[in-house]
């Protein structure tokens, strides 16, 4: 019988992506900024639908199904209502947007199936909540688990609390737009000018040198939150639902002025006001959590949505919520829609079961060789490690190379770990390029810069002198996964960078008199722990376990590592720079390595050292 392909797209607002499952497994899923350099480009994602079908050796014409994650239909209804209701203020953002949806987004089937090349292909649509879902509890090693989606808004909905058994999946609660945790937090970002779909991340970073100062000013003129984590803004202080910017007059007076202009300086206002949506945001996860664990009775819990790339308050789930494992999807913004609806129509349009007997045996063999070695049991999810992109052969870096007329060391792979670790004991900062490209927003060992976590002056370094970015924001240790709750407050996979823990108390350094008087970004440089490079200012970290069956180069690196420094932890970074997507390609890589101060890099098998750290 022949393959069932099903091909999953996301695109038109922000980090489209495509995805093909091949009888309900991932074939390859990438996103479509990798390809074009673009940052979080929404275009139709062509060389990304290229790659999936050139990965599975098929054209379009064999793909079964295709489908898009939202159902534009309804989301256009939304627009239309909303800016019915805020009249005349909405009026002009509407207008606005109309020339786009009555060009190309009302008749988002005819597009997708001329951008395809192909008018045989019915369209299916799923639901962009729905689609979030899916990608958090298919994939998930979890048979039965709550989900919980979290986002800015889909076509409606805000968030959903669900839950999954087998091949069936309901979602059962929902809040509705424009009541947002995702659209507060965003707000946020765009006041204190950081750019929105983007700058979350900062925010969440640059939380810990703030002090909640305005915690009681959100509660008390922002948003109303029920004990079950929903919430009803005040839409009176919020410009998102009326205008053109997230905020205006009323944030001007909360927060004692104006929005910081992007370009001016970080303040402490800024961090204060970080730390207090920080808090209130997890507050309100936390209330979700617990609500879903009341409302299902189950023990694990599934996440996505873009909130739930908030790993800090993720960290707080697993730690005060009532659930024994957590899951969340690596690709959980918008970019993971198109993987989960992939698998929404294999399990729930065509009703195909999760699981077969024979993986489920396979995967019961590795765990029992890895318990044989004194390692943790293997972790038994779909996502591969999310290392689902495209991969570069030796052959193919070496013909890159010639033309390109570059030349590098080949190594022999049993050799190369030690040669790493040797460069990053000797603080040199490592690019790693090797097998197949992450999806989603965290490079995790294919696709990442290196550093050694022991050394203070790594997080300066590669702020200023690799990535070119805020020299506040912190970095992610990746560590051996039998090592984590040795170094981490921590004993769980976090595979995928999604999980933030606090440095175990042992590994910590105690601060000197005059390093507790500091305040605000003059915390940075103080020497936290035996890891500073990798330890935020409130002793946090950011934590990705690694397991030798996922990415076998990238553990033999840290395991290697650690054999010559007795550290097994390694600062882990993505390899790009600041306004540039993850590299892809070879010549992406190359083209990063030297623009940047990074002293060596790998691709594969070959190494290329800069002659001036030689």
């Known amino acids: 019988m022949s393959p069932t392909y099903i091909l999953g797209i996301s695109a038109y607002y922000h980090d489209s992506a495509a995805c093909l499952l091949r009888d309900g497994r991932i074939v390859g899923a990438a996103q479509e900024e990798r390809f074009t350099r673009k940052k979080h480009d929404a275009a139709f994602p062509t060389n990304a639908v290229a790659y999936c079908l050139r990965e599975a050796g098929i054209g379009i014409d064999d793909v079964t199904h295709v489908a898009f994650y939202e159902k534009p239909l309804v989301k256009f209804d939304r627009l239309l209502e909303t800016s019915v209701a805020v009249s005349p203020r909405g009026f002009r953002p509407f207008l606005m947007a109309m020339p786009i949806w009555l060009g190309e987004k009302l008749w988002q089937a005819d597009e997708i199936q001329k951008q395809l090349g192909t008018d045989q292909k019915t369209i299916l649509f799923g639901n962009h909540h729905e689609s979030h879902a899916a990608s958090a509890f298919y994939p998930s090693p979890f048979e039965e688990a709550a989900i919980l989606t979290i986002d800015g808004v889909g076509e409606w909905t805000t968030s959903s609390v669900g839950m999954g058994r087998g091949h069936e999946l309901t979602l059962f609660k929902e809040t509705e737009f424009p009541h947002s945790v995702g ?43 029920a004990d079950d984590g929903s919430v009803r803004l005040n839409l009176e202080n919020f410009e998102f639902h009326r205008g053109l910017t997230m905020t205006g007059e009323g944030f001007e007076r909360l927060f ?250 042992h590994r910590r350094v105690k601060p000197s008199a005059s390093d507790d008087r500091l305040w605000g970004i003059e915390k940075l440089n103080v020497v936290r722990s035996q890891i500073p490079a990798a330890t935020h200012v409130d002793y946090s970290a950011r934590i990705q376990t690694v397991r030798r069956e996922v990415n076998p180069l990238y553990y033999d690196i840290i395991e290697a590592f650690h054999r010559r420094t007795g550290c097994p932890v390694i600062v882990n970074t993505s390899f790009n720079v600041k306004d540039e997507p993850i590299v892809c390609t070879p010549e992406d890589a190359y083209r990063c390595f030297m623009k940047t101060n990074m002293d060596v890099l790998v691709m594969e098998d070959f190494v290329f050292v800069k002659a001036t750290s030689a």
């Open 256 to 505: 004692g002025g104006p929005r910081r202009d992007p370009d001016a300086p970080v303040t402490q206002r800024e961090m204060d006001l970080a730390r207090s949506v920080q808090d209130v945001t997890e507050e309100i996860m936390l209330r979700m959590a617990r609500t879903a664990h009341r409302e299902t009775g189950l023990d694990r819990l599934c996440l996505a949505g873009g909130v739930a790339l908030n790993c800090v308050g993720n960290g707080r789930i697993l730690r005060e919520g009532p659930f024994r494992h957590l899951w969340v999807q690596p690709a959980s913004g918008d970019a993971g829609g198109a993987l989960g609806v992939a698998y929404a129509i294999w399990h729930r349009y065509l009703g195909r079961p999760r699981t077969s007997a024979e993986r489920r045996g396979a995967w019961v063999e590795m765990s029992t060789a890895a318990a044989a070695n004194g390692r943790p049991p293997a972790y038994d999810d779909e996502m591969q490690g999310a290392l689902i992109g495209p991969q570069y052969s030796n052959d193919e870096i070496a013909a890159w190379m010639k033309t390109r007329a570059v030349s590098g060391e080949r190594v022999a792979r049993p050799e190369l770990p030690a040669r790493v670790a040797q460069y990053l004991a000797d603080e040199k900062v490592v690019g790693l390029f090797q097998g197949r490209m992450e999806f989603g927003p965290r490079a995790l060992g294919a696709r990442s810069i290196l550093g050694d976590a022991r050394s203070p002056k790594m997080q300066s370094v590669l702020n200023l002198k690799i990535k070119f970015r805020e020299s506040f924001r912190p970095f992610a240790p990746a560590v051996l996964r039998e090592r984590v709750a040795d170094w981490f407050e921590l004993d769980e996979e976090s595979p995928y960078m999604l999980l933030v823990a606090g440095v175990s108390c």
């Open 183 to 225: 659209l507060l937090y965003s707000a946020f970002t765009y006041f204190t000018g950081f750019k929105v779909n983007e700058g979350e991340y900062k925010i969440m970073g640059l939380a810990p040198y703030g002090a909640p100062k305005y915690v009681g000013a959100i509660r008390d003129h922002l948003i109303d939150v």
